[in-house]
């Protein structure tokens, strides 16, 4: 009876720790296909859903041929379910069969898609600009359009970012065309926003603090690429700098602890010296 009691647990704590390990892996899938379809997952899933019965079925034939007749039959059964919400469409599951879907998805859906991945592309990045006080802001934007933002293409759109969404074209060589000329329009559109925003705010803050202003602080962000931007009456020439120089505003750091260092440690050596001979 104790083996069998023995045994029941290490099914039990098998079992559990199977469910942890396959939930951890369909979080994990799941957020890989929300990244890689621009956040627009659920406007997919939405359309997937929504297809007419031929399409559904073309779909799924497709889908037993890619992955096998097994899970063509699994999906077919199961789809219901996945639609009315009583159960859950895994990651892998839904990236497998949302790959089906672009030759028969809308133009519409596919621009949005481009979009999203527009938004997330790229990693997080915060960079740091000094630049002179009296400098025009349009020379301001060009400096930092020009040396950091240089991660773009010529074509407006980073090899990463073609890589995502590459499986929405296919071999159409049209779709391929519109969404290339979206993704330059949007990376067109992103700049002059952000560069119109920041050039307003150095001439309100040019016009309202003209005698008094030392410094104007500001922040583009392109994708999940941020720049801060201080002008400063201490700078000749705009740079790049590292946050604790941007702090500064590009006064050299403070050399009272270096010059009187030697004073400190005077100290401490007499303390110590004191505190033996009283011993």
Same mark, same amino acid.
């Given at each position: 009876?104790?083996?069998?009691?023995?045994?029941?647990?290490?099914?039990?704590?098998?079992?559990?720790?199977?469910?942890?390990?396959?939930?951890?892996?369909?979080?994990?899938?799941?957020?890989?296909?929300?990244?890689?379809?621009?956040?627009?997952?659920?406007?997919?899933?939405?359309?997937?859903?929504?297809?007419?019965?031929?399409?559904? #079925?073309?779909? @799924?034939? +497709?889908?037993?041929? &890619? *992955?096998?007749?097994?899970? %063509?039959?699994? =999906?077919?059964?199961?789809?219901?379910?996945?639609?009315?919400?009583?159960?859950?469409?895994?990651?892998?599951?839904?990236?497998?069969?949302?790959?089906?879907?672009?030759?028969?998805?809308?133009?519409?859906?596919?621009?949005?898609?481009?979009?999203?991945?527009?938004?997330?592309?790229?990693?997080?990045?915060?960079?740091?600009?000094?630049?002179?006080?009296?400098?025009?802001?349009?020379?301001?934007?060009?400096?930092?359009?020009?040396?950091?933002?240089?991660?773009?293409?010529?074509?407006?759109?980073?090899?990463?970012?073609?890589?995502?969404?590459?499986?929405?074209?296919?071999?159409?060589?049209?779709?391929?065309?519109?969404?290339?000329?979206?993704?330059?329009?949007?990376?067109?559109?992103?700049? #002059?926003?952000? @560069?119109? +925003?920041?050039?307003? &705010? *150095?001439?309100?803050?040019? %016009?309202?603090? =003209?005698?008094?202003?030392?410094?104007?602080?500001?922040?583009?962000?392109?994708?999940?690429?941020?720049?801060?931007?201080?002008?400063?009456?201490?700078?000749?020439?705009?740079?790049?700098?590292?946050?604790?120089?941007?702090?500064?505003?590009?006064?050299?750091?403070?050399?009272?602890?270096?010059?009187?260092?030697?004073?400190?440690?005077?100290?401490?050596?007499?303390?110590?010296?004191?505190?033996?001979?009283?011993?």
């Amino acid at each position: 009876m104790a083996a069998r009691r023995r045994r029941s647990g290490y099914k039990s704590s098998y079992r559990k720790n199977y469910g942890q390990e396959a939930a951890r892996r369909h979080i994990a899938e799941a957020a890989e296909l929300s990244e890689r379809l621009g956040g627009m997952d659920n406007e997919v899933k939405d359309f997937f859903f929504g297809l007419d019965s031929s399409r559904l #079925k073309d779909v @799924f034939v +497709a889908y037993g041929r &890619q *992955f096998g007749f097994d899970k %063509q039959d699994y =999906a077919e059964q199961t789809f219901t379910k996945w639609k009315g919400g009583e159960r859950k469409m895994s990651g892998l599951v839904a990236g497998r069969l949302f790959d089906l879907l672009p030759p028969i998805m809308p133009m519409d859906l596919k621009l949005r898609i481009v979009e999203g991945l527009f938004d997330k592309a790229g990693k997080k990045r915060t960079d740091h600009v000094l630049a002179p006080l009296t400098m025009p802001a349009a020379q301001v934007v060009a400096f930092v359009d020009q040396t950091l933002f240089s991660d773009l293409s010529e074509e407006g759109i980073d090899a990463g970012l073609k890589r995502q969404f590459k499986w929405l074209a296919g071999d159409d060589a049209a779709v391929s065309e519109k969404l290339l000329n979206h993704s330059l329009q949007v990376t067109f559109d992103a700049k #002059k926003a952000a @560069f119109s +925003a920041i050039m307003d &705010q *150095f001439d309100r803050e040019r %016009q309202n603090h =003209a005698d008094t202003i030392t410094e104007v602080v500001s922040t583009i962000r392109l994708r999940q690429h941020e720049v801060r931007i201080k002008r400063t009456d201490i700078i000749e020439a705009p740079k790049v700098v590292d946050p604790m120089t941007f702090e500064r505003g590009g006064r050299e750091p403070p050399k009272a602890d270096s010059d009187y260092g030697w004073l400190v440690w005077l100290g401490i050596g007499g303390a110590v010296l004191y505190f033996l001979f009283a011993q």
